[in-house]
């Protein structure tokens, strides 16, 4: 300990004496009188709380948590405030070898800190051991890192909600809309300059106004959970843009709140909701920025490295099934309950709707392999808070038995990369592709129909942030991913796109409105399919990566959404699919579609067509020319009753050249009405005379005959 600390409260500390405190809740808790310091660690053999002046600069005191209730280690300290920040220093043994590595030189964050404050300095001085030593990690660094590394922060969480309700959008009804808090608002017309990349700009009217025309129900919000940059992108210049490296799991990111108060993310969603919008948060409870054995010690690994992470069986070395460096230890008890208090207090406290589980097979892999009836997810299934909120997995890892699409338990829904790679496949005009696209426009059946799992379990989408964005899809055959500094090694190479003929930005007529129909037929498939529509943002008005199809390190105008020269008839465009799918019921439904008759009527909810009106027969089916698929659509055979409805569509997925289309006998004797044409996007409902009509070349056609 340095000579000018002391175990003893200073002098302009003397008013603040100190109580045994209580092992619960974790954190740090303000209960109007001061502050109770509770923190985990099972290996420890010392721990110090740091208080810092109120610039965050220096460490006035270092109080020892003498009082230890099994693993939890906590202490009081009456007259402490919100505003006031700490950390904390762990002693213990350094023995990579067993799997420990304390190091109280090195200040840690409180892994349930509820604020950030400061930045990180990139210093060899957060590393346990010495850089540069031959012994590597083995080696221990006595440097105090608390220069170069940011302070947590007493909060006082209460916020005035008033009459603030979660929407409560079913999941039937939800249209998703993955979007990042500083992409969606730097650049967007309107959002006030002092609050553009902020949760503030993400909740400012210009953003309301936008989703609430195009449909939106649900914003996914890229990773808004406090995160760290990777020291190789500063080390070029660069930032973590997408954020997937967390650090803090109960702290909004600082960079996106103007004085770093929780109260501004409290804002957004509490403004989002207002206009009847959801807040789904997507989380990284898979790994930490601490990265592998040659990572910073800046919290957990601190704390108590072989609690917090999966190691090897020699112990000195992490498993890397997130290709990030490290495995959060989800079957340590006190692991588990620390992200269940995360998610729950992001509910809670923070009001969101839901989560998005980045690489959520690692989150339930146990210790012969993923497992859905596994510690984490049995154990969000039953949570009373959790169990209520909208669940979404992302269902593969890069660990042994990593893709697990299909294999998540009710009441997840997935991240459907079957859809995106089959629809992009059909609409390029592969051979062969027709009965895959069939799939999946009823909802990839033969993925998620068990277990009681409902046609809207499948996340159906073409582009999300990584990978080519939809302007990209069709102007793009190979990525251009040289501003990463990687030689375009990094990102996905098989991006199933299709340039048009050009490659990047085109003035060619022929080639742009070639484009356009694409992005159309893309968007009508999405909006079209069983399961749940996503879109990402951008999409709807053509916004452009320059086929950099991975721009996770592009913090600038490349990776924003550019607003500038917005493509408003695609705008208009997509909010007509919106209307569409609200109107009709049969494009939303809960059960799956298996040509099965309805007991209402006997009639099936399903038919297959050829264009001549015949139904296809297995040769069919195998026939690699087959290009115009038809579909008649009309409520579940397993909707009940009283939820059923007379609703049927007729649609029509054309991948091939102008065709005769045979329509089936219009239901009730009405006629069918040709309510969308995606290659002729301008033209309002249009009556259909007799029974055969022309289909346009690469198009998406809906007729609509309903008995309303």
């Known amino acids: 300990m340095n000579a000018h600390l002391t175990t003893e409260l200073p002098t302009q500390l003397k008013d603040h004496p100190l109580a045994s405190g209580k092992p619960h809740p974790l954190g740090a808790t303000f209960d109007g009188q001061g502050v109770n310091f509770a923190v985990f660690s099972e290996h420890a053999e010392r721990v110090e709380l740091c208080l810092f002046s109120d610039d965050g600069r220096k460490e006035r005191a270092r109080i020892p948590l003498t009082e230890r209730d099994g693993d939890v280690w906590h202490v009081y300290v009456t007259g402490l405030h919100p505003g006031a920040k700490y950390g904390y220093r762990v002693h213990g043994p350094y023995a990579p070898q067993e799997g420990h590595r304390f190091n109280p030189n090195k200040l840690l964050l409180d892994p349930y800190a509820k604020r950030i404050f400061g930045k990180y300095r990139w210093s060899d001085a957060m590393m346990g051991y010495k850089v540069g030593s031959p012994r590597e990690d083995l080696s221990f660094d006595t440097r105090d890192s608390a220069f170069c590394v940011p302070r947590s922060m007493v909060v006082d969480p209460s916020f005035n909600w008033g009459s603030d309700a979660p929407p409560g959008i079913s999941r039937s009804d ?19 300059h002092d609050v553009r990349g902020k949760f503030l700009g993400m909740c400012s009217e210009p953003v309301l106004d936008h989703l609430t025309k195009l449909g939106v129900t649900t914003v996914q919000l890229m990773p808004a959970q406090a995160f760290m940059d990777d020291h190789f992108l500063t080390e070029k210049g660069m930032r973590n843009y997408w954020g997937y490296n967390t650090i803090g799991f109960f702290a909004p990111e600082p960079r996106y709140m103007t004085d770093q108060g929780i109260w501004e993310f409290q804002t957004m969603v509490r403004r989002l909701h207002s206009a009847g919008i959801e807040v789904i948060l997507d989380v990284v409870y898979n790994h930490t920025a601490e990265g592998n054995q040659m990572g910073p010690t800046i919290c957990h690994r601190g704390f108590d490295n072989k609690s917090y992470y999966r190691l090897t069986k020699d112990k000195r070395f992490y498993l890397n099934d997130t290709g990030t460096g490290n495995v959060v230890n989800m079957q340590h008890p006190m692991v588990l309950r620390m992200m269940m208090d995360s998610l729950r207090y992001w509910v809670e406290v923070m009001h969101v709707d839901g989560f998005r589980f980045d690489l959520a097979t690692s989150l339930a892999r146990e210790n012969d392999g993923f497992d859905r009836g596994g510690g984490f997810l049995d154990a969000i299934r039953q949570d009373p808070v959790l169990s209520r909120v909208k669940l979404i997995a992302e269902p593969w890892d890069m660990g042994p038995g990593g893709y697990q699409l299909g294999a998540f338990p009710h009441p997840f829904l997935e991240f459907n990369d079957k859809f995106r790679d089959g629809v992009r496949k059909y609409w390029r005009g592969d051979t062969g592709m027709t009965p895959d696209f069939a799939k999946r426009i009823l909802g990839s059946a033969e993925q998620f129909d068990h277990s009681g799992r409902a046609a809207t379990t499948s996340i159906n989408f073409a582009t999300v942030h990584d990978g080519f964005c939809l302007e990209d899809v069709v102007s793009y055959n190979v990525k251009h991913n040289s501003a990463n500094g990687e030689d375009n090694r990094d990102g996905k190479d098989d991006n199933y796109s299709d340039n048009m003929g050009v490659e990047g930005p085109s003035d060619d007529p022929d080639i742009r409105a070639a484009r356009d129909q694409r992005k159309r037929n893309f968007l009508a498939t999405i ?110 055979s397993g909707t009940p009753e009283y939820a059923a409805s007379d609703d049927v569509l007729f649609l029509t997925f054309n991948a091939g050249d102008a065709t005769d289309v045979q329509l089936p006998p219009a239901f009730l004797g009405k006629a069918w009405e040709l309510v969308l044409n995606t290659a002729r996007p301008d033209d309002g409902t249009v009556c ?21």
């Not at 993955?178 to 608002?185: L, P």
């Not at 919106?578 to 009527?601: E, M, Y």
């Not at 289909?695 to 809906?702: E, K, L, Q, R, T």
């Open 527 to 636: 909006f079209l399919s069983q399961g749940t529509p996503l879109l990402l943002a951008g999409d709807e008005i053509g916004n452009s990566q320059q086929g950099n199809n991975n721009t996770y390190g592009q913090d600038n105008e490349l990776g924003w959404v550019n607003w500038d020269k917005p493509d408003l008839a695609l705008l208009g465009f997509v909010q007509r699919l919106a209307a569409l799918r609200r109107k009709h019921s049969v494009l939303r439904q809960i059960r799956f579609l298996h040509s099965r008759q309805r007991d209402r009527d006997g009639i099936p909810d399903l038919f297959w067509r050829l264009p001549d009106g015949n139904t296809p027969l297995a040769s069919d089916w195998q026939n690699p020319d087959w290009k115009a698929l038809c579909v008649e659509v009309r409520t579940s």
């Open 688 to 708: 259909v005379t007799g029974q055969t009509t022309r289909i346009d070349a690469h198009s998406v056609c809906v007729f609509a005959c309903s008995a309303t």
């Open 174 to 192: 939800t249209v998703l809309y993955e979007a990042h808090a500083k992409g969606m608002t730097a650049r967007m017309p309107g959002v006030p």
